[in-house]
Nanobody, 125 residues
Framework: QVRLVESGGGLVQAGGSLRLSCAASGRTFSSYAMGWFRQAPGKEREFVTAINWSGSIGYADSVKGRFTISRDNAKNTVYLQMNSLKPEDTAVYYC???????????????????WGQGTQVTVSS
């Protein structure tokens, strides 16, 4: 079993920055992908970014150039640096883990095996 714990959410003004962390514990291996998704009230969960086991990265168009994902395999932790935040970035942010060695960036939540509890990010205008 794997447990994912997010941290770093909060309230920030538009144009500000936040850094989210997601620590994985339990039965973890190096061959997995990590992703970040978000869900705003009344909307479906949407892909934000992911990094696969080999380090390849993909971003949603809405966050390209503003968000950066990184991972520290020694700490089983993935980070999401969010800059130039906009009110439309307001959502609950979830990290997720998908086992496997696919070279494809996994953008669909259905292919992730474990999820964190989520952390609220609120961007005021």
């Amino acid at each position: 079993q794997v447990r994912l714990v997010e941290s770093g959410g909060g309230l920030v003004q538009a144009g500000g920055s936040l850094r989210l962390s997601c620590a994985a514990s339990g039965r973890t291996f190096s061959s997995y992908a990590m992703g970040w998704f978000r869900q705003a009230p009344g909307k479906e969960r949407e892909f934000v970014t992911a990094i696969n086991w080999s380090g390849s990265i993909g971003y949603a168009d809405s966050v390209k150039g503003r968000f950066t994902i990184s991972r520290d395999n020694a700490k089983n932790t993935v980070y999401l640096q969010m800059n130039s935040l906009k009110p439309e970035d307001t959502a609950v942010y979830y990290c997720a883990l998908a086992y496997g060695t696919t070279t494809v960036i996994i953008t669909s939540p259905r292919f992730y095996d474990y999820w964190g509890q989520g952390t609220q990010v609120t961007v005021s205008s």
